[in-house]
């Protein structure tokens, strides 16, 4: 039999820790708390300057040569004459200004007709309701007329008098 493999070398022993600054304990007075927060020797020392992560690069742009290359999208006409008035044209304050009329379409020249929208909601609902009642009540009209059954009542029965009682039963006498 082939003799047996040696055994593996030991792991590489791992660097010691950065040594931590003795720093006095801080107690917090918690009369409240049974059980005072500890705090780690390694949460008390002063906190390094971290590195920015790859997350927080990924938003910032830097100008190079290509990006500066690129064409740029042409302003919008509201920024161009603010840029004209800017620059002290004068001519953006006159004729553009003045001729601009506002139109409207014809679908907001209605809406505005109608009234807001609350207003129309408003009456929508109460007509909901007022349609509803009314069902509410023809129904029940409905469920009377199907009602064919109406109790003799002791005071208008025809052949008069009411009761006295002397009707059924058994026993009564007679023989």
């Known amino acids: 039999p082939p003799p047996p493999p040696p055994p593996p070398p030991p792991p590489p022993s791992l660097p010691p820790p950065a040594p931590v600054p003795d720093q006095p304990r801080v ?15 390694r949460c008390r ?21 290509e990006h500066a290359a690129r064409p740029q999208r042409p302003a919008s006409a509201p920024t161009r004459r603010a840029a004209a008035a800017a620059a002290g044209d004068g001519q953006s304050c006159g004729a553009e200004a003045a001729a601009f009329a506002p139109r409207i379409n014809a679908r907001s020249r209605e809406l505005s007709r109608r009234g807001s929208a609350g207003e129309r909601l408003f009456a929508a609902a ?5 349609r509803r009642e009314a069902a509410r009540r023809e129904r029940e009209r409905a469920e009377l007329a199907l009602c064919t059954f ?10 008069g008098g009411g009761g006295g009682g002397g009707g059924g039963g058994s026993g009564g006498g007679g023989s």
């Open 27 to 41: 107690d917090h007075p918690l009369p409240d708390c049974a059980h005072p927060p500890s705090t780690s020797r």
């Open 45 to 65: 020392s002063p906190p390094r300057a971290a590195a920015p992560v790859p997350a927080q690069l990924r938003h910032h742009r830097t100008v190079t040569a």
């Open 126 to 130: 109460q007509q909901t309701e007022v």
């Open 150 to 159: 109406r109790p003799e009542l002791a005071g208008s029965r025809a052949g």
